[in-house]
């Protein structure tokens, strides 16, 4: 690909990705540092969600080339994959209304303890150090659930449900998190809330791209519209957009 600036967290010219029923997305260029906040905005069907896909490896770019992490892509999809995560994704990044916040922790904690020789007490410990750092980083407050960490996700708020998302992401101590849906279905003090909350993953240095209706006047903003063309453009829900990436591109 072209020269790209270095240290760059995304560098991506014309990127795109086209499936047997036509382009996802396509013409996206984005430069972006690390710790950057940016916003993904287009219409329903133009692809936000396969962006977001492709952005962290687990979507396989068909037209133009980038970097993220430092790695190219698509060549190197896999160790993109490992230095990035995905939070509040329909379909592949899905909380369980049966389990509790606190079962989702400790799961995601002994993922994030894989391959570590960490037994009995001190195990124990980390996995709290863990879990503590994830709830402070998505500002998640236990007190403030009707049930503490024994909260089931069926009975959190949408904004709540959004920050467990975030924390558990967080455990991997991703170099990019990407996020859908941001905003969806939430009140204007909320959608506030939400943008603080990324803002804040993005001032520990984690480049944050997020899918939302609105950006606020700090976030860089790119836009899918390219792709909603009337031959390409179909309507679409998240849920669609994501089991059909893999199908269409080869799952990573």
């Not at 329903?44 to 790695?71: D, W």
Request: hydrophobic share 45%.
């Amino acid at each position: 690909m072209e020269t790209t600036r270095q240290g760059a967290a995304i560098n991506a010219r014309g990127i795109g990705v086209k499936g047997p029923r036509g382009w996802a997305f396509r013409g996206v260029d984005i430069t972006a540092d690390p710790g950057s906040l940016i916003a993904v905005q287009g219409p329903s069907g133009s692809g936000r969600t396969c962006l977001l896909l492709a952005l962290t490896g687990r979507m396989r770019l068909t037209a133009g080339a980038a970097a993220v992490a430092g790695f190219p892509l698509p060549k190197r999809m896999g160790a993109v994959r490992s230095r990035t995560a995905v939070a509040h994704v329909p379909g592949i990044a899905d909380l369980e209304p049966a389990l509790t916040v606190a079962e989702h922790l400790q799961e995601q904690a002994l993922l994030g303890h894989r391959g570590t020789p960490l037994w009995g007490r001190r195990r124990k410990e980390a996995t709290r150090a863990l879990v503590d750092a994830a709830l402070a980083t998505a500002g998640l407050d236990p007190d403030t659930l009707p049930k503490g960490l024994r909260t089931c996700v069926r009975d959190l708020e949408r904004l709540e449900a959004l920050r467990l998302s975030v924390a558990l992401a967080a455990m991997h101590q991703p170099r990019l998190l990407a996020v859908d849906d941001l905003d969806l279905k939430l009140s204007s003090e909320e959608r506030a809330a939400a943008w603080q909350l990324l803002r804040d993953v993005a001032l520990t240095g984690t480049t944050v791209v997020a899918v939302a209706s609105d950006a606020p006047a700090d976030a860089l903003v790119v836009s899918t519209a390219a792709a909603a063309t009337p031959e390409t453009h179909q309507p679409e829900t998240h849920e669609e957009e994501a089991a059909h990436a893999f199908a269409e591109t080869g799952r990573a």
